[in-house]
């Protein structure tokens, strides 16, 4: 991958050039119009990335061959294609793209930094970065791993690469590997840097020499830089070698944790195991930021080479000036006028390189188009241009070959490239009336443009204009909610669409259902039929209208069978979706309490009582206090029986109320026994108060014959209480003679018979034998004494 490379070198045409290529990644550049016919800046769009309307946004990095693409690509969206493109960061390090598109706003390349600098955690962030040309691949694993891992909603997508490979590798002078050769010696060939067998630093300037410029006084410190400030890196390092124990140290972090760094003992030079004793016997490595420098540590440990490392930002100037080995990179021309020659090292292994131990040489790398997911469905004429860019090595290398020589800046050179190569970049081009998927065909200003298919429409193939498409309206009985859709849905079964161009379906209305897909309408419920729900889709769902409910044994499954639903009768309640077959469900004990509010069953009113087993045979209650109403056989408190008219074992009845037995009243002594023993005694004490002749004791005198009308009105009372016993529905104005009535025959119910025999005989079957006889035994109080008289 490139590493930052800027200086300056003492030849004059490199000093010009690389001062206007440094302009150029500043942006110090000409706004004019590159292209004769470009787009004017009045007329161009902008584009809506995560919410946010605005301007395309690139980061363009700073080495040759990328700041090149970058102006390439950034003047055909804007002058060609008619974009507002933005350039929001210029940068030397690959990783700053993955994390810039992922919503950084600023240069970061570790997961470490994005914690602290980008809030990509939060729902609102916003990228202005959308679009990064000619990323290497190699540097980005450990990026996509901690974008991956910690914030997947915001990985960028790859679109593909440039069509060209680049190649980074440690380089040499020619004319050190020549004189090298006279002496038999290839130093293009890492094992000739083999410190026990060769002394390859006679060839190469030595590190005194280097360090009596200015160098060693504006050299980067090795503690400053990666990979040497870098734990992760330096404990890869220890790992593969760990027998180079004076190449590291270790230090505390400010966070009080244990960490570990190249060691270079005078701050500057890191010295490699084959020299450390002797840095004479050193060849000096020259980089930039320790960019590269992945590229050889390890080597210098596997392959005992004699080499010091240090970086400064002259390191161009540097290497123009002294035999050194350095990085470099194509297709990138920095070192046109410089002639270096590639060393070469064992051949690429994977499996390596993924377990960090980098001593084979580095494969040729993609170069890589990024872009924020968003892009593609927003702006994918330019994600098609730029899927489409491809570019051939040889062609960038001559390009930026003449850019050196000639002291463009990148933009001109970009430029200049798209005035010469008109075909090349047109092919890369969408026609304007080839809209992709999911577009349509427009005209605005009689000019042709794709637009993204409104809600309510979907992108069909177009009619006349072959690889193009047209927006569609929704046939009637589909829609379509979303924008940018390549079809429309038909409405599901419940709903129903009238018109074309539907945006969502209508749900049926109450009483209706549809139990069709991709419908216009909706049916009726059968007559007496009605739905709970919006949206019915079934027969299933047209249940009884309010006032009926549904008998048992009738369907409504289809129209082809009978779905007559019973009248709710008097004291009964039917909510809509009243059902016998909910109550026996109920009633079984099969209805889970989450679903009983649901399973609606004809109710029992206040005042009125039906039984479990028969719940629409209604029996009026003699009181409307003692019928609760609710789930048929509900009764108030110790009352049951029909109508609520008994009360519960256990309990008796006095004054129409219920009270608990006590258990004296429970046992048999009160009622029948006392009874029984009393009886006989009274019978007696009557005969002997009633001696003389029934005749002359009537005859006697006038309140005599009113006292021989008593057993008359006994009875003729007793017998209108037994009518009030029986509870039967009357008149007012006969109530009140009944009560008076019943007064009398509650002779008995002091005796608490319902509460006999611990409350089983206490039924109204019993009671009513027991007052019917009480006239006999009047009678019997009265029929002897007439005899005798």
Request: with cysteine.
């Amino acid at each position: 991958m490139p590493r930052c490379f800027w200086g300056v070198g003492g030849h004059g045409v490199i000093w010009t050039t690389l001062a206007v290529v440094l302009l150029s990644s500043l942006g110090v550049h000409s706004q004019e119009s590159c292209l004769t016919d470009a787009v004017p800046v009045s007329q161009r769009r902008s584009v809506k990335i995560d919410g946010q309307e605005g301007p395309v946004g690139m980061l363009i990095f700073s080495w040759q061959s990328a700041t090149f693409v970058g102006e390439l690509f950034k003047l055909i969206a804007e002058e060609v294609m008619g974009f507002h493109v933005e350039v929001t960061m210029r940068t030397w390090e690959p990783q700053a793209g993955l994390w810039a598109l992922a919503g950084c706003r600023e240069v970061v390349t570790g997961i470490e930094e994005a914690r602290s600098k980008c809030d990509l955690g939060s729902p609102s962030i916003v990228s202005q970065t959308h679009l990064v040309l000619e990323n290497w691949d190699f540097t980005l694993k450990r990026t996509l791993r901690d974008l991956t891992s910690e914030y997947p909603d915001r990985r960028p997508i790859l679109s593909g690469t440039l069509g060209f490979e680049g190649v980074s590798a440690p380089w040499l002078p020619i004319e050190v590997m020549d004189a090298a050769r006279a002496d038999n010696i290839f130093l293009d060939h890492y094992r000739s840097y083999n410190s026990s067998a060769f002394n390859p630093a006679q060839y190469f300037s030595s590190v005194a020499e280097i360090n009596s410029t200015a160098f060693f006084s504006t050299a980067s410190r090795c503690a400053n830089y990666p990979p040497f400030n870098s734990d992760e890196d330096v404990r890869n390092y220890m790992r593969h070698f760990p027998e180079d124990t004076e190449g590291v140290e270790s230090y505390t972090t400010s966070g009080g944790e244990v960490a570990y760094r190249a060691f270079c003992e005078d701050g500057v030079w890191w010295l490699s195991p084959a020299c450390r004793a002797d840095r004479t016997k050193c060849i000096p490595w020259i980089s930039f930021n320790g960019k590269g420098y992945e590229m050889i540590w390890q080597k210098t440990a596997a392959y005992n080479i004699p080499l010091a490392m240090a970086s400064t930002d002259n390191w161009v100037e540097i290497v123009y000036q002294f035999r050194v080995m350095s990085y470099a990179w194509i297709p990138d021309a920095l070192f046109a006028d410089r002639p270096l020659t590639q060393i070469l090292f064992p051949s690429y292994s994977k499996d390596q390189h993924d377990d960090d131990l980098y001593v084979t040489k580095f494969a040729q790398v993609a170069t890589q188009k990024w872009a924020h997911a968003d892009l593609q469905e927003q702006a994918p004429r330019l994600w098609e241009a730029m899927d489409r860019m491809t570019l051939v090595r040889s062609l960038v290398r001559t390009t930026l070959e003449a850019q050196m020589r000639s002291g463009l800046s990148g933009r001109d050179a970009a430029c200049q490239f798209l005035k010469d190569n008109r075909s090349v970049w047109q092919a890369w081009i969408p026609d304007a009336t080839s809209c992709p998927n999911r577009q349509g065909l427009t005209f605005v200003n009689g000019q042709p443009q794709c637009a993204w298919c409104a809600r309510g429409t979907f992108s069909d193939q177009h009619p006349t204009i072959p690889g193009s498409r047209l927006c569609v309206n929704c046939t009637a009985g589909s829609f379509q909610e979303n924008t940018q859709s390549s079809s429309c849905e038909k409405c599901p079964s419940g709903r129903y669409s009238e018109n074309a161009g539907a945006t969502s379906c209508q749900q049926c209305d109450i009483g209706f259902l549809q139990e069709e897909i991709g419908t216009t309408g909706c049916s009726q419920c059968p007559d007496g039929r009605t739905t709970t729900v919006l949206g019915a889709q079934s027969m299933l769902d047209c249940v009884c209208s309010e006032g009926s409910y549904e008998p048992l044994g009738v369907s409504c499954s289809n129209r082809n069978h009978s779905c007559e639903c019973g009248p709710c009768g008097v004291g009964l309640n039917c909510e809509v979706g009243s059902s016998l077959a909910h109550w026996n469900e109920k009633y079984a004990g099969n209805i889970s309490d989450d679903l009983e509010e649901e399973m609606h069953y004809p109710m029992v009113l206040p005042g009125y009582f039906a039984t479990a087993d028969n719940p629409v045979s209604i029996y009026k209650c003699f009181r409307p206090q003692d019928c609760p109403g609710g789930d048929p056989g509900s009764c108030g408190a110790w009352r049951s029986g029909y109508a609520c008219g008994k009360c519960d074992q256990g309990y008796y009845m006095f004054a129409y109320e219920c009270h608990p037995c006590t258990d004296l009243e429970m046992g048999s002594f009160l009622f029948p026994v006392l009874p029984l023993l009393l009886l006989p005694a009274v019978v007696l004490f009557v005969q002997a108060r009633m001696q003389e002749p029934m005749r002359a004791w009537i005859m006697d005198s006038p309140k005599n014959r009113a006292l021989s009308l008593i057993p008359h009105l006994l009875v003729i009372m007793q017998t209108l209480g037994l009518i009030r016993s029986t509870r039967a529905q009357l008149k007012k104005e006969l109530l009140m003679p009944m009560e008076i009535s019943h007064l009398l025959t509650m002779g008995l119910d002091v005796l608490r018979p319902e509460c006999a025999a611990n409350g089983e005989d206490g039924d109204f079957s019993y009671l009513f034998i027991w007052r019917t006889l009480l006239p006999g035994i009047i009678g019997f109080f009265f029929f002897p004494s007439l005899g005798a008289g």
